[in-house]
């Protein structure tokens, strides 16, 4: 026995079906090699369970040795586990994960074989080819976003190691997810159904992996990750640490950037785990540069009205049915009797995008909100006076948005909110306005828009 921890070149497994080439990498519980499937003649990656810090290997018999004392039994909880990743990933199927060929065990150890992908990781692109462009960042990330968006919705499944190292490139130039080592499954209740310790990739790990504050089901913490992937595509080097930041350390980027790169970025890394964007629908929406927020509702809700250029602003005020908003006082009357004699679909327009302004003001992804959602904005959240025209409006998650007091359009025949501050500024008023009821419809009304979380 020696300190040889890797199998050596042209080392065969299983009876010759697959032949060593070299290492690929090795991280702190496992060794990735090259080898050839001898059969196929193809190339594979071969992960074996290796505990680096811990394990060595009989250079006679090339089989995995284990400690003596205490050790022993850390090594077996962490082989259960990497079994369990094996089997994990072989039941994954999305396009931008990689896939599971073979498992089997050999020299007193596990082994689970890959695809191996030409392209390299990102972090290696990104080292020869230097910071990428927003689009072509945008690119990688959405496919990572879209194999996160499948895990935590279908298989209540956090990854905890996001980062451009394990995020490979295949022949086509696509983003496979890959080292799911400190992967966790969680129960139908939430809760986590191993106990391991996650590590820790400083600069992508959010501050509740250093708290090993994982235990509850929680995708916010692969949200964290991939914002800081998007960083480090984009500047070409590792984020701040969340620990650094929590200390007062401030994320920098560049002013070239895109607001709307720049608000996912901001949302998806925000260090309070309550204050982050909730879902990776954050990377896979194209909101058109319009920011959203996510309140913990069934929709997400625009940070401002449509005409204003700041949450704090009113907006402009639109007559039911104006998709472009052309229509001012002195038109509205021969207009209203035109939509409600020629276009009498229109009355409900959250089923007829043509006539919805969110819509084609701000793009397809957003609509105009339907009455049930107003009435889940009221009763859901926390509101309070901020002054005589302002409106915090706090959601279940902790975030929130400012709404201006005023009339407000929903997407439902002809229906309106109006929310209203006394003039002691101690109460909200709302009320509920159909208005069918009113002659030439004489009221123009604000439009917050909504977008539905299932638009990517």
């Given at each position: 026995m020696n300190n040889m921890q890797?199998?050596?070149p042209n080392t065969t497994l299983q009876g010759g079906k697959y032949?060593?080439?070299?290492?690929?990498?090795?991280?702190g519980f496992g060794i990735t090699y090259l080898a050839v499937q001898t059969s196929l003649q193809r190339r594979v990656a071969i992960k074996e369970f290796f505990m680096k810090d811990s394990c060595s290997r009989d250079e006679a018999t090339l089989s995995m040795l284990t400690p003596s004392t205490g050790g022993t039994k850390q090594v077996e909880q962490y082989k259960r586990k990497f079994i369990k990743e094996a089997r994990?990933?072989?039941r994954l199927n999305h396009p931008n994960i990689i896939s599971v060929i073979d498992v089997f065990e050999e020299y007193d150890t596990v082994y689970y074989v890959m695809p191996y992908l030409v392209g390299?990781?990102?972090q290696d692109y990104v080292k020869s080819h230097g910071a990428l462009s927003e689009s072509e960042a945008m690119k990688y990330v959405k496919q990572v976003a879209k194999a996160l968006k499948y895990m935590h919705e279908e298989q209540h499944m956090c990854h905890f190691d996001v980062k451009p190292a394990n995020i490979l490139l295949d022949d086509k130039s696509n983003a496979v997810l890959i080292d799911f080592g400190i992967s966790k499954n969680y129960d139908s209740s939430g809760h986590e159904t191993t106990t391991t310790p996650v590590g820790i990739s400083e600069g992508y790990a959010?501050?509740?992996?250093?708290?090993?504050?994982?235990e509850e089901f929680s995708p916010v913490s692969d949200v964290y990750a991939l914002g800081a992937t998007l960083y480090f595509l984009l500047h070409a080097k590792q984020?701040?640490?969340?620990?650094?930041?929590?200390?007062?350390?401030?994320?920098?980027?560049?002013?070239?950037?895109?607001?709307?790169?720049?608000d996912i970025i901001n949302a998806s890394m925000k260090v309070s785990k309550r204050e982050r964007v909730k879902s990776v629908d954050v990377f896979l929406v194209n909101s058109n540069g319009h920011k959203f927020v996510d309140l913990g509702l069934s929709v997400y809700w625009a940070d401002m009205n449509i005409g204003a250029s700041s949450p704090d602003e009113v907006g402009i005020g639109y007559i039911w049915g104006d998709c472009n908003g052309w229509i001012n006082k002195e038109t509205r009357g021969s207009f209203f009797?035109?939509?409600?004699?020629?276009?009498?679909q229109v009355d409900v327009i959250s089923s007829n995008k043509q006539y919805d302004t969110a819509t084609n003001m701000w793009g397809s992804c957003w609509r105009i909100p339907k009455i049930s959602e107003f009435e889940e904005l009221y009763t859901k959240c926390n509101w309070y006076i901020v002054d005589e025209k302002h409106i915090k409006i706090v959601g279940p998650s902790g975030n929130y948005i400012v709404l201006y007091s005023g009339p407000y359009w929903t997407g439902e025949r002809m229906h309106s909110f109006k929310f209203?501050?006394?003039?002691?500024?101690?109460?909200?008023?709302?009320?509920?306005?159909?208005?069918?009821?009113?002659?030439?419809?004489?009221?123009f009304c604000l439009i917050r828009p909504v977008m539905d979380k299932n638009k990517i």
């Open positions: 890797h199998l050596q032949r060593i080439e070299r290492v690929l990498g090795q991280g994990n990933l072989a390299g990781s990102l959010p501050i509740e992996q250093y708290q090993q504050n994982v984020p701040i640490s969340a620990p650094n930041r929590a200390g007062g350390s401030a994320l920098m980027m560049r002013k070239s950037f895109s607001q709307g790169v720049k009797k035109r939509l409600h004699n020629y276009k009498p209203g501050i006394d003039n002691n500024k101690t109460h909200i008023s709302c009320n509920f306005f159909d208005l069918h009821n009113l002659s030439h419809l004489n009221s």
